[in-house]
Nanobody
Framework: QLQLVESGGGLVQPGGSLRLSCQAS????????IGWFRQAPGQGREGVSC?????????DYADSVKGRFTISRDNAKNTAYLQMSNLKPDDTAVYYC??????????????????WGQGTQVTVSS
């Protein structure tokens, strides 16, 4: 079973960039769908982006981050990434990496991911 550890969060000014990493330990990372979610204080969890386990690596994004965030994965390194650009104060949240075993499967932000990391804080403020 995969274990997930996020890193790369921090404090950034509006308009800045950050890259989050999700390091997985375990086997068959390539067979897992990977999603990024976030939760702001006092709000529910929001799906941000996901990437499939199909080798074409199709992706999906929340409307709020399209054109600003890019998800990717490096199966050789058991790592997924979320490149965040043009950050806004509304992007402030704890960001979580999630996974579910679904070989050769397209991703969806509505999927019930069952493996979660501990989260990394992203704060966008001047």
């Amino acid at each position: 079973q995969l274990q997930l550890v996020e890193s790369g969060g921090g404090l950034v000014q509006p308009g800045g960039s950050l890259r989050l990493s999700c390091q997985a330990s375990g086997v068959a990372f390539a067979d897992y769908l990977i999603g990024w979610f976030r939760q702001a204080p006092g709000q529910g969890r929001e799906g941000v982006s996901c990437i499939s386990s199909k080798r074409d690596y199709t992706m999906d994004y929340a409307d709020s981050v399209k054109g600003r965030f890019t998800i990717s994965r490096d199966n050789a390194k058991n790592t997924a990434y979320l490149q965040m650009s043009n950050l806004k104060p509304d992007d402030t949240a704890v960001y979580y990496c999630a996974a579910i075993w679904r070989p050769f499967y397209g991703c969806s932000l509505q999927t019930q991911y069952n493996l979660w990391g501990q989260g990394t804080q992203v704060t966008v403020s001047s």
